[in-house]
Structures are given as structure tokens and as C-alpha cells.
């Protein structure tokens, strides 16, 4: 019996120091994963555009094929990036409310409208059923909204001349608040 429980405390002691090894690496491998989770957060986070931030840039065509890119802008004027749809029944609300700011502050602001997804057509004629005036870019990849981190239509975002993001709203804005970006820019 003696000789048995020798042998046993031998198989015993060994099966312990697997045991702690196995959980001390299970608990060291999950530390580092959530360590690198966290890390990844922070990358994530800081990529997602919000006041004081430096606007991505784009590179979009409008309906006739003329280029317009953010970074032409700076130094220049300040610029109001729009994200909407032709559908999108408060970006048809803000319609001529965004046609009149454009007109107004010409000289000061840019007033750009972004289209999420649709085709040159659609827009073509949407533009010409409603007289539009303020240029309308085409993004039928979707990229431009998604670097935005734009999740509704419309969504809006000041830029200065410096090209920083100076204000931002999401959803339906009003005209006297679209009127008030004026104060920004003077």
C-alpha cells in the first residue's frame, strides 16, 4: 500500500504541474488576445472622424463627370459635406433649404451633396426634377459614408479650411441651424 501511494503522489505531482501549465498558458494567451482586442479598439476608434479631426479626403465625380476632391478646398473655403440619398424622405425635406445655403454662402462655404449608392441616372433626373444647384457627387461604391462613419441619411458634416471637422449632425437639420453654419464661416 505504502509503495503505491509513492508511485500515485509521483503521477499526482505531475498531473498538477500539467494542470498549472495548461491554465497558466490558457490565461496568459487570453490576456495578450484581449490586450490586442483593446489595442485594435483604440485604432479602430481614433479612425472614426469627429469634431476636431481631420476630414478624409475623397476623390467623386459629379453627374457630368467633373471631379471634385476635398483637399482642394483647404485654405480656400469652408465645406459642408451632405450624405443623402434620392429617396430619402428628410433629405427631400432639406432640399431647398441646402439649395438656398449654397446660393447664400457661395463665396464662403461649399455645399456638397454626397450620393450613397445610386445611379447616375437616378440622380440625372432627380437633379432636374427638383432644379438643383449645389453639386452632387456620385459614390456608387458606398466608400466615402463608410470612412465617414455616416450611418443616416443625411448625415452632415462642416469641414474647415484647414480641413478639420468643425461640426457634424446626423438626421434631418433644420434651416434656421443650416443657416447658423454661417456664423462659422464669416
Same mark, same amino acid.
Given at each position: 500500500?505504502? /509503495?503505491? *501511494? ?14 498549472? #501549465? &495548461? ?8 490576456? %495578450? !488576445?484581449?490586450?490586442? /482586442?483593446? %489595442?485594435?479598439?483604440? @485604432? &479602430?476608434? !481614433? ?14 465625380? $459629379? ?21 443623402? &440619398? ?5 433629405? &427631400?425635406?432639406?432640399?431647398?433649404? *441646402? $439649395? $438656398? *445655403? +449654397? ?15 445610386? !445611379? %447616375?441616372?437616378?440622380?440625372? @433626373?432627380h437633379i432636374k426634377k427638383y432644379d438643383i444647384k449645389r453639386p452632387w457627387l456620385l459614390?456608387?461604391? @458606398?466608400?466615402?459614408?463608410?470612412? +465617414?462613419?455616416? /450611418? ?23 434651416? @434656421? ?5 454661417? !456664423?462659422? #464661416?464669416?
Amino acid at each position: 500500500m505504502n /509503495n503505491f *501511494l509513492k508511485k500515485n503522489t509521483n503521477l499526482n505531482v505531475f498531473l498538477l504541474i500539467v494542470i498549472l #501549465v &495548461t491554465v497558466a498558458y490558457f490565461f496568459g494567451t487570453k490576456k %495578450n !488576445s484581449q490586450e490586442n /482586442n483593446d %489595442n485594435t479598439k483604440e @485604432e &479602430t476608434i !481614433s479612425l472614426i472622424p469627429r469634431v476636431g479631426s481631420q476630414a478624409p479626403d475623397f476623390n467623386l465625380k $459629379d453627374i457630368n463627370g467633373k471631379e471634385y476632391k476635398l483637399k482642394d478646398y483647404q485654405g480656400e473655403k469652408y465645406v459642408l459635406v451632405i450624405f443623402e &440619398t434620392t429617396w430619402c424622405p428628410w433629405c &427631400t425635406k432639406e432640399r431647398e433649404d *441646402l $439649395d $438656398d *445655403l +449654397y446660393l447664400e454662402a457661395e463665396d464662403k462655404m461649399a455645399v456638397i451633396t454626397i450620393d450613397i449608392g445610386e !445611379s %447616375n441616372q437616378t440622380v440625372k @433626373e432627380h437633379i432636374k426634377k427638383y432644379d438643383i444647384k449645389r453639386p452632387w457627387l456620385l459614390d456608387d461604391k @458606398e466608400n466615402i459614408p463608410n470612412i +465617414y462613419a455616416a /450611418n443616416s441619411t443625411p448625415s452632415h458634416f462642416l469641414i474647415d479650411k484647414k480641413g478639420q471637422i468643425v461640426w457634424m449632425r446626423p438626421g434631418y437639420t433644420t434651416r @434656421e441651424i443650416l443657416f447658423d453654419l454661417l !456664423s462659422f #464661416v464669416r
